[in-house]
């Protein structure tokens, strides 16, 4: 009927292990109800007002970014196409320039590879072997 009865010499023994475990049993207690407060204090805060100014904080500063590297990238392409048309040009005024030199010249100018044609590389079609 929740009685124990034990020797006297065990007292002292049993004593001890209900003293920790009731030790145990208050400190259990004890986490649990700093879980809930913590819980309940969490909640609280992503509830409230502070933290939802976080998130638009955030937001705001994820948009912020977003909108200058997409200016960024538009004014490289822009730079990057100027560029190319430059050296598009450079590339087609100086090829001009070796044609005329080789008109004149003949053979007398050195060779320059870069401006040279490629040789055509010919093209053989595999015919079938007959068997």
Known sequence: EGIWIVEHSFATTIATALRQALLRLDHARAIADNRNEARDALYEYFAGREFGQWLLSLAEATRELRTDLDAEKRAFAARWRKR???????????CGMYGDLQGIMGAALPAVDLLELEPATPVIAALPSAA
């Open 84 to 94: 190319e048309k430059q050296l598009d040009r450079l590339e087609a005024a100086s």
